[in-house]
């Protein structure tokens, strides 16, 4: 039984009111009819034909009092009637020799505010689970979870609608060939699944990032998106360590936007960013994620610790007066639970910091060889500060030319080209940044 | 994604003076949960009422200091609620929600304003 809608006609316009419910809709009941349905790609489908009746009728009739409920219920009825027919078949089937699959699901639950967080979580593990390529996760998950359309992904991702269209289909059809279970893991699968959960909104946030300097706007967008997923999962999964470190580390990231970038869209580091145009709300939502994180870990995971590096950013008044000496132990932790070069580079520029360029050109030379690193144009640079900062200029400048080739980004490019001017003037400069 | 300031103007004179009903806390609990959990919410409070505050104006260079209630405004802020959301339509129908678990008796307004953003 459809709730009558009881509200005066809604207004001109109100298309745009019915896709700003959809949109903030659409997951949960996408998440609800799959439980019924058991299939992501069906219940997208249900869902949006609860949107369609919802678009022929609250124009006419009025837009109800709870909308979400009602386009809730409207999907939850399609879904228990394609399931019904579903069952009618299999008996027929059955009729004729063979036996009744599985058991059929509770049709008539509640849909009470704890199943809706269930199965959100269920949608959420089922897009990103680990039988499907990263692109084809990140993917199903802005669809599913973010609700974006095909062509925003496209646009955000900058490939061609027809790649981003066939990639969730194909997505779809893969979930449902192999038989994925709509459901969230527990035990030890959990760790690694929930690793994977994690992993695509941290990707879906840096390409974001990584673009801000860029032209097209809607990549930075991205970043927002990744935030929204990684706020949402923290309330679904409280006790989760890790997604309170994911959080925490999304909105530290994001507070720094708009000191960023200069006037004319140039890349600003964090040494010369100007801390007064951090943003203090997101901030103190990152201190707060990660005080969550804190009191759910024994210890500290690698969002965790990487949210742990950014607050001590956050809290210091300029670059010098950082506590430098804090965030290279906290390198060292991060290094021990996740080795990586990259994070042993940052690890440098630390130490660099903390005790001075010595220390830290023993480290990045260590890095030298390192294959990961080989085209990575930080490397060159790092080492070309730390060089210049011992006065070894012909040397630091031969690190920033080297540096300004590899570096994709033109802007940053310029940068190190400025850089590599400068030791060309001077003559040795011990001078310090 | 841009943030939407959602201003609560309530009529005092219709709001009880014993405070909101606890059904009212119970369901405003709830929606803040929703939209908490929607990731969308960033801040939220309410204010104590206008007897308590106080106005701090500059006008033709003169300052002054007025106390509370501010019984020539028919409405004044009675709370806010600061959002991320995809567009205005989408901070409209929280706002929508917001002032529907009030009860009929309420004079309530959200005013929904977008943050300048840059």
């Known amino acids: 039984m459809e709730q009558q809608p009881t509200a005066a006609p809604a207004p001109d316009g109100a298309t745009g009111a019915i896709e700003a419910v959809f949109r903030i809709e659409s997951a949960r009941i996408i998440a609800g009819v799959a439980r019924i349905v058991r299939d992501v790609g069906i219940a997208e489908e249900l869902a949006q034909d609860a949107l369609v009746a919802a678009l022929e009728q609250w124009p006419r009739d009025g837009v109800p009092d709870n909308p979400g409920a009602w386009l809730m219920t409207a999907a939850r009825h399609r879904a228990i009637d394609l399931v019904r027919r579903r069952e009618r078949y299999a008996r027929k089937l059955a009729e004729v020799g063979r036996d009744l699959e599985a058991a059929p699901p509770h049709l008539d639950d509640p849909a009470d505010p704890d199943d809706i967080d269930d199965d959100l979580l269920r949608l959420v593990f089922t897009a990103c689970h680990p039988v499907l390529s990263a692109e084809s996760r990140i993917a199903l998950t802005l669809r599913l979870l973010g609700g974006l359309t095909t062509a925003e992904i496209a646009r955000a991702f900058l490939v061609p609608e027809a790649t981003v269209a066939q990639r969730i289909v194909r997505a779809k059809r893969t979930l449902a060939t192999k038989g994925v279970a709509f459901e969230v893991p527990y035990g030890p699968e959990r760790e690694a699944r929930l690793g994977s959960v994690l992993d695509v909104i941290y990707l879906v946030f840096n390409e974001g990032y990584a673009a801000t300097a860029g032209d097209d706007l809607l990549r930075p967008a991205l970043c927002e998106d990744a935030l929204r997923l990684a706020r949402v999962l923290a309330e679904l999964m409280p006790e989760e360590p890790e997604v309170h470190g994911l959080a925490s580390l999304?909105?530290?990231?994001?507070?720094?936007?708009?000191?960023?970038?200069?006037?004319?869209?140039?890349?600003?580091?964090?040494g010369e960013q100007n801390r007064a145009r951090w943003n203090r709300m997101l901030i103190a939502r990152g201190v707060t994620a990660l005080g969550r994180?804190?009191?759910?870990?024994?210890?500290?995971?690698?969002?965790?610790?990487?949210?742990a590096i950014a607050a001590c950013h956050a809290h210091a008044h300029t670059y010098e007066e950082t506590d430098w000496a804090r965030i290279a132990t906290l390198y060292g932790l991060l290094a021990a639970r996740s080795p990586s070069p990259v994070v042993e580079l940052n690890r440098a520029v630390a130490v660099s910091m903390a005790e001075g360029p010595g220390p830290a050109l023993e480290i990045v030379d260590r890095l030298a060889a390192e294959p990961a690193l080989r085209d990575y144009h930080l490397l060159p640079s790092v080492r070309g500060d730390l060089l210049s900062r011992l006065g070894r200029t012909a040397e630091a400048r031969a690190e920033f030319e080297r540096a300004a080739r590899l570096a994709r980004n033109a802007r940053e490019r310029e940068l190190l080209r400025a850089r590599a001017e400068e030791h060309r003037a001077t003559g040795p400069s011990g001078g310090g940044r | 994604?841009?943030?939407?300031?959602?201003?609560?103007?309530?009529?005092?004179?219709?709001?009880?003076?014993?405070?909101?009903?606890?059904?009212?806390?119970?369901?405003?609990?709830?929606?803040?949960?929703?939209i908490t959990k929607a990731g969308v919410m960033l801040d939220t409070a309410g204010l104590t009422p206008s007897a308590q505050g106080t106005r701090v104006s500059r006008q033709g260079g003169k300052i002054s200091v007025t106390d509370g209630p501010f019984t020539e405004s028919k409405e004044v802020i009675g709370g806010y609620a600061l959002m991320q959301c995809k567009d205005m339509a989408e901070a409209v129908e929280w706002a929508k929600r917001f002032v529907n678990v009030h009860e009929d008796y309420w004079g309530i307004t959200c005013e929904v304003r977008q943050i300048a953003e840059g």
């Open chain 1, 293 to 307: 994180a804190d009191a759910a870990a024994t210890v500290l995971g690698p969002y965790a610790l990487q949210a």
């Open chain 1, 250 to 270: 999304l909105e530290f990231q994001a507070s720094r936007t708009a000191a960023r970038t200069g006037p004319s869209g140039e890349p600003v580091l964090l």
């Open chain 2, 1 to 34: 994604m841009p943030r939407y300031l959602s201003l609560v103007r309530i009529d005092e004179t219709t709001a009880p003076a014993e405070g909101p009903s606890p059904e009212l806390m119970q369901r405003m609990g709830e929606l803040i949960e929703e």
